[in-house]
């Protein structure tokens, strides 16, 4: 374990210890420690098993039971749909990056604003709601715009895969499919022609 990652082990009575402090803490103390950006790893005192995602899930949980909510019931129902699904890998994925970059953005703006007016939070948060405010509506454009390809993507790569499976297999029936001109007929034909030419 690297000396820049602090240890916080997890006993069987629940109580997390920080082995750097050498004091027992709470999940408001390993929340506070992911507001100061501090790196910090929590294992199970007796296994040694990694529990880190486990307590970030608990303070999630905390967060979203009392004050605002991030997430909405209708978000936590995909989310659960997600799960074991062929789409699992790729939702993941897809959301650590959209995180990635708009903590990316928010960086940038909060550098630009302490360039401008030092360390001042308000400004901060005055700037990046004048960016929000600003950007919004372009956004949502450039989202809405990206869905519709997407789905637009999505039917034709569906039409394609049905084709060629349509196609793979002409001599079985589809509802609603008619086969195309010498299809299946024609496949029929050739092979009889093949068995008299045998015969001959």
């Given amino acids: 374990m690297s000396d820049t990652v602090r240890l916080i082990k997890k006993y069987p009575n629940r109580r997390l210890y920080d082995t750097k402090t050498s004091t027992y803490i709470t999940l408001a103390d390993v929340k506070e420690l992911v507001l100061k950006q501090e790196s910090f790893h929590v294992v199970d005192a007796k296994s040694g098993d990694d529990l880190t995602r486990s307590i970030l899930l608990q303070i999630i949980l905390e967060e979203e039971a009392g004050g605002a909510p991030m997430f909405s019931s209708d978000v936590l129902t995909q989310f659960i749909r997600f799960y074991g699904s062929a789409m699992q890998g790729m939702v993941g994925s897809y959301m650590e990056s959209n995180i990635q970059l708009f903590n990316d953005l928010q960086k940038r703006l909060q550098d630009q604003s302490a360039s401008m007016y030092g360390n001042n939070p308000a400004a901060n948060q005055d700037m990046w709601r004048q960016f929000l405010s600003f950007q919004g509506p372009a956004m949502q454009n450039l989202v809405s715009t990206y869905m519709d390809q997407s789905r637009n ?12 499976t349509r196609n793979m297999f002409t001599g079985f ?3 609603g499919f008619t086969p195309p001109a010498g299809g299946a007929d024609s496949a029929a034909a050739t092979t009889e022609d093949k068995k008299d030419g045998e015969k001959k």
């Fill in 153 to 164: 993507m999505f039917s034709q790569m569906n039409e394609q895969l049905q084709n060629q």
């Fill in 173 to 175: 029936p589809f509802p």
